[in-house]
Nanobody, 117 residues
Framework: VRLVESGGGLAQAGGSLRLSCAASGSIGSINVMGWYRQAPGKQRELVAAITSGGSTNYADSVKGRFTISRDNAKNTVTLQMNSLKPEDTAVYYC????????????WGQGTQVTVSS
């Protein structure tokens, strides 16, 4: 399975960024697609996730500011990040979970998001 992330970069506080992730390869049926983040010295945490049926889950810290969406036909997941804050600065990782013979859980390589005050 290959996960290709795009987007990220530098934004000012109050600005917006958009992250995208495309999954390819022997992915079978993807159940959950999501984004996690890890700031320096902190544990990786869930930012947002979305199921194949469209159910979403957001971290409290991003509710109302971030929106996750997915295209099941293209096996892509997008995270629209608005009203960015300096505390959103982290490496963001795409995550996919699903079944192809067996259950799998794959991670992208990570993309840096930096928000300046």
């Amino acid at each position: 399975v290959r996960l290709v992330e795009s987007g990220g970069g530098l934004a000012q506080a109050g600005g917006s960024l958009r992250l995208s992730c495309a999954a390819s390869g022997s992915i079978g049926s993807i159940n959950v697609m999501g984004w996690y983040r890890q700031a320096p010295g902190k544990q990786r945490e869930l930012v947002a996730a979305i199921t194949s049926g469209g159910s979403t889950n957001y971290a409290d810290s991003v509710k109302g500011r971030f929106t996750i969406s997915r295209d099941n036909a293209k096996n892509t997941v997008t995270l629209q990040m608005n009203s960015l804050k300096p505390e959103d600065t982290a490496v963001y990782y795409c995550n996919v979970q699903g079944v192809y013979v067996l259950w799998y859980n794959y991670w992208g390589q990570g993309t840096q998001v930096t928000v300046s005050s």
